[in-house]
């Protein structure tokens, strides 16, 4: 489990192809400290599996699914790319719950400067535009983002100049693709409510949760 607040950037220092997928090699801008073989890392948004861990490097496995649904399949040896290291019990939830399971891509359709923030406008797809809503967290690339507006066809954010600077989000240009997961709890609370409403006598429907303030 992540928080969507990136610690740090890499570079991808090698890739190769593994078993149907790829082997990435990252150098992380900062150390690793207290690295445990086997533990869950952030890449771009996408968890992966670290293996080989060293002080300034580490490789994984990328399955492909993986490369097929996100966009590390376009990754080449120079990119750069968003780390985030799993969330302990103890840290601060900066950010949203973020599984590192991705659920698609979107791509850049505007960027432009607003005050000191930069307001970007993604597409994407109907099937997971339903989950993104006004105000409501999604994560970009692996980053925590608050949603400014949404439509059937995508979205808008506000990124402030910290997150720009600090991430690859400062690296987007118009046409790139970016990973894209949706808040998870939007995906649970659709798939009950559909469980429940095709059970005789529920009371679990739109009426109900619009009754009680959810709508």
Do not use: W
Request: charged share 20%; with cysteine; glycine share 12%.
């Amino acid at each position: 489990m992540f928080t969507g607040i990136v610690q740090g950037l890499g570079t991808i220092v090698e890739r190769r192809t593994a078993g149907g997928g790829a082997v990435l090699t990252v150098v992380p801008d900062f150390s690793l400290d207290d690295p445990r073989e086997g533990e869950s890392i952030a890449v771009n948004g996408v968890c992966l599996t670290a293996r080989h861990i060293e002080a300034r490097r580490f490789s994984a496995d990328v399955s492909p699914e993986t490369l097929d649904r996100s966009c590390l399949g376009g990754l080449r040896v120079g990119d750069r790319v968003n780390l985030e290291r799993a969330l302990r019990p103890l840290d601060r939830l900066g950010g949203h719950l973020v599984s590192g399971h991705i659920d698609g891509m979107g791509r850049v359709q505007k960027r432009r400067a607003l005050g000191d923030f930069t307001l970007f406008t993604f597409a994407l797809d109907r099937h997971l535009s339903r989950y993104v809503v006004a105000k409501g967290s999604i994560a970009v690339s692996g980053v925590s983002l608050t949603v400014n507006d949404c439509s059937e066809t995508g979205f808008s954010v506000a990124v402030i100049p910290h997150t720009l600077q600090e991430t690859v989000l400062g690296l987007l240009t118009v046409g790139d693709t970016v990973n894209i997961e949706v808040d998870i709890i939007g995906k649970y609370v659709e798939k009950l409510l559909a469980g429940q409403t095709n059970q005789p006598g529920s009371r679990l429907d739109a009426a109900f949760l619009a009754e009680h303030g959810f709508f």
